[in-house]
C-alpha cells in the first residue's frame, strides 16, 4: 500500500528555515517524481515544485525561487523541502507523488501525504 | 502563469443531485486538467486525470469532459460522501496551478 508520511508541525520565526520530510512506502521511490503544494488556512492549493528522486533534478516555481530547495534521500526513500520562512508563509505543506510518468499523469498527484503545518510568527 | 478560473465557488445540492463544475484556463491547455476531491482536514484525492480519465477506485457517478479552455466535472448522483471541496489543476505546463476551488455543500 502506497504511503506518505510527513513530520510534523514547525513554528519558527521570520527570515528562518524550516526542512519538512516525506517518506515513502508501498512503491519504487524512484520511480515517480515528488512534488511539494501547500495551502495556506482556507485557501486553494499552492504549488511549489518537484523532484526527480531518481536523478534529484529540480523544477521549482518561480516565486518560490531561491527560497525552496528540495533534496532527497534514496537509502531511506525519502524526501525533503527546505523553505526560508517569510511572515505570510504559514500554511499547510504536503507532498505528493506523481501518478504516472507519461504525459497525461506525470503532473497529476495520486498520493499525498498527510501534510505538515509550518506556522510563522514573530 | 496559466490562471484557472472555476466556478461556481460554492454551491448547495441535495443527495441525488446532478452537479457541475465548470474550469476555464487562462489559455489553450488540450486536456491537460485534472480534478481532485478535499474533505475537510484531509489531503486532496484525485478523481480525473487529463479531463475525462477516471482514477483507480473512483466511483462512476464523477465524469469530466472538455478541451481547450473549457472543462467540466460532473457527478450524477450526489451522494452524502460527496459534499466536498472540489479543485481544478492545469497540467499543461509549471508552474502547475489549481483553480480556487467550489464548495459542495448540504441544501
Known sequence: ?122 | DIQMTQSPSSLSASVGDRVTITCRPSQNIGSYVNWYQQKPGKAPKLLLYVASSLQSGVPSRFSGSGYGTDFTLTISFLQPEDFATYFCQQSYSTPLTFGQGTRVEVK
Not at chain 1, 524550516?18 to 517518506?23: A, E, M, Q
Not at chain 1, 536523478?55 to 530547495?69: E, I, M
Not at chain 1, 499547510?92 to 501518478?99: G, N, P, R, T
Request: charged share 15%; net charge positive.
Open chain 1, 1 to 122: 500500500q502506497v504511503h506518505l508520511v510527513q513530520s510534523g508541525a514547525e513554528v519558527k520565526k521570520p527570515g528562518a528555515s524550516v526542512k519538512v520530510s516525506c517518506k515513502a512506502s508501498g512503491y519504487t521511490f524512484t520511480g515517480y517524481y515528488i512534488h511539494w503544494v501547500r495551502q495556506a488556512p482556507g485557501q486553494g492549493l499552492d504549488w511549489m515544485g518537484w523532484i526527480n528522486p531518481n536523478s534529484g533534478d529540480t523544477n521549482y516555481a518561480q516565486r518560490f525561487q531561491g527560497r525552496v530547495t528540495m533534496t532527497r534521500d534514496t537509502s531511506i526513500s525519502t524526501a525533503y523541502m527546505e523553505f526560508y520562512l517569510r511572515s505570510d508563509d504559514t500554511a499547510l505543506y504536503y507532498c505528493a507523488k506523481s501518478a504516472g510518468h507519461d504525459y497525461k499523469t506525470q503532473y497529476a498527484f495520486d498520493m499525498w501525504g498527510q501534510g505538515t503545518v509550518v506556522s510563522v510568527s514573530s
